[in-house]
């Protein structure tokens, strides 16, 4: 199988790599992981969680001594983000939880990355501090002052190697521009803005400039007692700096070009499947609502999920999505005890590989699905202690809806709806892919032969 | 079903009674939910999304999305429901359009907590037709709000107290505000739960008015409106 290009045909096999986090039950909710990205080589890995830092792995460099063995992701920094606040007018507690990060493309030797809470918005710069000046004339080495006096002679201060320190710092923090809560922010192809998205509003902003924004997208209707839908994800076109998407909890896309006009009310298409009316229920509004929306790498398609399914959609087509893959079914005849408990407005994500030929997203019990788009196979995978031994194969899980249950399938009615996978993300070239299961990130890598 | 770690919110009996009509949400439309036990599960999903309606609107800031799908799904409920479920007639409080237009933006938590008591006896007793107007938000921050909390009178604040940082010289904002509706018993605390099943009310054509605005007047006063808003620019 050649790495870096991902079929999930027979012959792939995914096999357990790390997990981090700690195994201890009761858990603080502060670990909690909210986001999970790779960067734009895979290089790094970052998580964000609900108590607003943020741990930036690193991937090791493979040795030529274990070719066998890909590169593992260390701890490479870790700082805290957010911080809560109070909103002193409004009486009220803005959250610390990380909701979003996406890296920029690397430009120099630092890295930067935008975090957000449902607030406001920063940009990191993580850096590398691996030599310090020595020799100073005007202070000596534990950085006290010398009496000029004292001074004979002159010397040129030289850069000495020391312990590698990595140091983020905040370079920019977008603030007081979000009556609603974050959702989603995106950086553009140009890599000069970026858009930050609220359940009302879409807003644009120069990585420059912290104090304005333009405001893109409002759907807010003159009377409120109107609102019938929200935005629930955005993100801009991956080539066309242009163009964007935003997705509704009606379950629609609609996509906008923002060369049409300044603010993008209308929409440039609109995407939207009919109604299956066989499967009409009360509660087809929530398990239409859209949880992600993301391109392909390639740009020419979107894929969405909503609470059962994923779809892809072809950018040219807006009257249907081109394909349909059920994520957990049997869930739909359970939806009203969902609702009840309220995991029906759990909020998954969906992930493209490298190659835009598989897409993941995540279920209940730990497990996380993949479908393969040419071959039409899928696979449903569990992220687990119990599986984490080195480069121990997963194996596949099955789900059993009724009738005679084999010994290694799972009844519906026994899946713990407790442990959910929101949040995944896979390496933008390789077979790498991160699962976060809660407070515990598994990395999980195809086995190299 | 739900196995777990999962905490059970409902009592056994009205668990045992969703569990029961799980298989019936499939399709309204289909001969056995048109009779008498679906208008009672009917009935009990309404209250579940009116429970939810409530706890939601008791966060400092309720989730904008999960409100909004819970109301658009009580919606597709009340409208289904049989006309002989239809709501009780209640007796309107004389109308007060102007008071909308007053209200200024407060605190969230206020009106969330003022909006909590009032869904509590919504329970009871549904169509409080006479709703009042759309109140203000606070926009896009960065512009002024003028104003500060009103102060509802009668309506015991729950949530935070939010009058410290603000003024307190706005009484005669609320002189022509009619306080009938805040005064009558409707406001006392619930004492026997929630309503259980179909009332017997007006005829299917009176049912529907009432319930859109009574829907209306929750999603007026959950998020609010703006009554000063500007129109927005084509950037800022």
């Given at each position: 199988m050649i790495p870096g290009i991902g079929t999930l045909t027979q012959d792939t096999l995914w096999c357990f790599s790390q997990v981090k986090g700690t195994i201890e039950i009761g858990t603080t909710e502060a670990d909690i992981i909210s986001t999970v990205e790779f960067n734009h080589t895979g290089e790094l890995l970052a998580t964000g969680d609900k108590g607003g830092r943020?741990?930036?792995?690193q991937r090791e460099q493979e040795s030529k001594n274990q070719i066998h063995r890909r590169g593992e992701y260390n701890v490479y920094s870790t700082f805290q983000s957010?911080?809560?606040?109070?909103?002193?007018?409004?009486?009220?507690?803005?959250?610390?939880?990380?909701?979003?990060?996406?890296?920029?493309?690397?430009?120099?030797?630092?890295?930067?990355?935008?975090?957000t809470?449902?607030?406001?918005?920063?940009?990191?710069?993580?850096?590398e501090r691996d030599k310090r000046p020595e020799g100073y004339n005007l202070k000596d080495e534990e950085g006290r002052l010398r009496d000029p006096a004292t001074i004979t002679t002159l010397r040129v201060p030289v850069l000495r190697p020391m312990d590698l320190m990595v140091e983020a710092t905040p370079r920019r923090?977008?603030?007081?521009?979000?009556?609603?809560?974050?959702?989603?922010i995106s950086v553009n192809s140009d890599y000069e803005t970026y858009m930050s998205a609220d359940d009302l509003?879409?807003?644009?902003?120069?990585?420059?400039?912290?104090?304005?924004?333009?405001?893109?997208?409002?759907?807010?209707?003159?009377?409120?007692?109107?609102?019938?839908?929200?935005?629930?994800?955005?993100?801009?076109?991956?080539?066309?700096?242009?163009?964007?998407?935003?997705?509704?909890?009606?379950?629609?896309i609609r996509l906008c070009d923002m060369r049409a006009s300044a603010l993008c009310d209308r929409h440039t298409k609109f995407f939207e499947e009919p109604e299956d009316p066989s499967n009409r229920s009360f509660f087809s509004e929530i398990i239409s609502s859209i949880s992600d929306v993301k391109f392909s790498h390639s740009g020419r398609y979107i894929m969405t999920r909503d609470y059962l399914t994923v779809k892809v959609w072809d950018l040219n087509m807006e009257n249907r999505p081109i394909e349909t893959y059920q994520v957990h079914d049997y869930l739909r005849s359970k939806l009203c005890s969902l609702y009840e408990n309220d995991c029906i407005f759990d909020k998954f994500e969906c992930v493209w590989n490298g190659s835009d030929s598989v897409i993941m997203t995540g279920s209940y019990n730990n497990f996380f699905r993949m479908f393969d788009r040419n071959t039409k196979r899928d696979v449903t995978l569990e992220a687990s202690r119990e599986n984490s031994k080195p480069r121990a194969i997963l194996k596949p899980r099955k789900v059993c809806?009724?009738?005679?249950?084999?010994?290694?399938?799972?009844?519906?009615?026994?899946?713990?709806?407790?442990?959910?996978?929101?949040?995944?993300?896979w390496h933008p070239s390789e077979n790498i892919i991160a699962v976060a299961a809660t407070n515990n990130l598994y990395i999980f890598q195809d086995k190299v032969n | 079903m739900l196995s777990k770690g999962l905490k059970r919110k409902r009592e056994e009996e009205e668990e045992k009674e969703s569990l029961a009509v799980d298989a019936l949400w499939l399709d309204p439309g289909h001969a056995a939910v048109a009779q008498a036990p679906p208008a009672a599960a009917s009935s009990s999903l309404f209250d579940l999304s009116v429970l939810k309606l409530h706890h939601s609107l008791q966060q400092g800031e309720p989730d904008l999305r999960h409100l909004v799908l819970v109301v658009n799904t009580l919606r597709r409920i009340q409208a289904s429901m049989a006309p002989t479920a239809a709501l009780p007639p209640v007796p309107s409080p004389p109308a007060a359009p102007s008071m909308a237009d007053n209200l200024l933006a407060s605190s969230d938590a206020a009106l969330s907590a003022s909006m909590a008591s009032l869904l509590e006896d919504l329970s009871h007793i549904e169509g409080l037709s006479q709703v009042p107007q759309p109140l203000a938000d606070e926009g896009p921050p960065g512009r002024s709000i003028g104003g500060a909390a009103p102060s509802l009178g009668a309506l015991d604040l729950l949530g935070p107290a939010t009058g410290c940082l603000l003024d307190d010289g706005l009484e005669g904002l609320f002189e022509d505000i009619d306080t009938s509706m805040y005064d009558n018993e409707l406001w006392a605390p619930a004492s026997e739960g929630l309503k259980t099943g179909p009332e017997d009310g007006p005829g299917k054509e009176e049912?529907?008015?009432?319930?859109?605005?009574?829907?209306?007047?929750?999603?007026?006063?959950?998020?609010?409106?703006?009554?000063?808003e500007r129109p927005p620019g084509p950037g800022r």
């Open positions: 943020v741990v930036i792995f957010h911080e809560p606040e109070f909103d002193y007018l409004k009486s009220l507690e803005i959250e610390e939880k990380i909701n979003k990060i996406r890296w920029l493309p690397q430009q120099n030797a630092a890295y930067f990355l935008l975090s809470n449902d607030k406001t918005v920063k940009l990191w710069k993580v850096s923090v977008f603030a007081n521009a979000h009556t609603y809560h974050i959702n989603s509003r879409i807003n644009l902003w120069n990585f420059e400039i912290t104090n304005q924004s333009f405001n893109i997208v409002d759907i807010k209707p003159a009377n409120m007692e109107e609102l019938t839908e929200v935005i629930t994800a955005a993100e801009f076109h991956p080539h066309h700096c242009n163009t964007f998407v935003y997705s509704s909890s009606k379950g629609t809806v009724g009738g005679k249950r084999r010994k290694d399938e799972i009844s519906v009615d026994s899946l713990d709806f407790s442990k959910k996978i929101l949040h995944t993300a | 049912a529907p008015e009432l319930d859109e605005a009574e829907l209306d007047y929750l999603m007026d006063v959950l998020v609010g409106t703006q009554a000063l």
